[in-house]
């Protein structure tokens, strides 16, 4: 299994910054007994390893060498190594850099670097839905910022209304799951629409229109996108208000 992280875009929404984006501190970890910050990119790491991925391309930009010494400072379950996109052409380019490394037989995670997101393995239930693409849903007060998902009854996927005011949804896709297979079939056919979809939302439109299945799991519980200043405030709040309902709850009951 292997999960690709696009990490080369310029974070414009929250400079200026000392640091890529990715590396915002955002909570903490506790190291040797020692509460040290942690990058807001590794809470989507963990939730890779945690789902299974043995294998973490993090796609980055050429200016970026400050994620390469980050993660390489730092003991992780899984291989953690690097695709380039020399340009800023858009997520779906960014995704696709990293194309060559995915076996036709292995599952693919797909995430966003600058977000936090529960239940911790919500990839679990999206892999469940089996072979080719799979949405992890997440309930959002404003999904016309995002990528908001309209379904069937049958729990698969309509369309894709990517950042549309009055979305006919409020429930936005916060990571994906895909076969190999499925995975380079998306490739194929970006490629086909000569390299024209900048989103994901907009190529799972068009993959949907041409038959095939993509499959909803709306398994989701909070989301938040810290690539904003408000963003990275709710965040802050959200943790340290969930760490303290985790250190006040009994023993017992916090197993």
């Avoid at 949405?135 to 996927?157: I, Q, R, W």
């Avoid at 209304?161 to 936005?172: F, H």
């Amino acid at each position: 299994m292997i999960g690709i992280i696009p990490a080369a875009g310029a974070g414009l929404r929250i400079q200026p910054l000392g640091c890529s984006k990715e590396l915002l501190p955002v909570g903490s970890r506790e190291i040797d007994g020692v509460q040290r910050p942690k990058a807001v990119s590794e809470y989507l790491v963990e939730r890779m390893i945690a789902a299974g991925a043995r294998q973490v391309c993090i796609v980055i930009s050429a200016e970026k060498s400050d994620i390469v010494r980050y993660y390489a400072e730092r003991d992780y379950a899984a291989e953690i190594f690097y695709a380039v996109q020399q340009k800023p052409l858009g997520l779906c380019d960014a995704l696709f850099r990293a194309e060559p490394f995915v076996r036709p037989d292995e599952p693919v995670l797909i995430g966003l670097p600058d977000t936090i997101w529960f239940p911790e393995n919500a990839y679990r239930f999206s892999i469940e839905q089996g072979p080719g693409v799979s949405l992890v849903l997440f309930p959002v007060a404003n999904p016309s910022a995002f990528d908001a998902v309209v379904c069937d009854e049958c729990g698969l996927v309509e369309r894709v209304e990517v950042k549309q005011p009055n979305p006919s949804s409020t429930w936005i896709w916060g990571a994906v799951t895909a076969s190999g297979r499925a995975f380079h079939e998306l490739r194929m056919l970006w490629e086909s629409r000569h390299r024209a979809d900048e989103y994901l939302g907009h190529l799972l439109n068009a993959y949907i229109a041409a038959g095939n299945p993509v499959h909803a799991a709306p398994v989701g519980e909070h989301y938040m996108d810290v690539g904003t200043m408000e963003g990275y405030h709710n965040a802050q709040d959200y943790l340290r208000a969930r760490r303290r309902r985790l250190n006040s709850q009994p023993e017992s009951s916090a197993a």
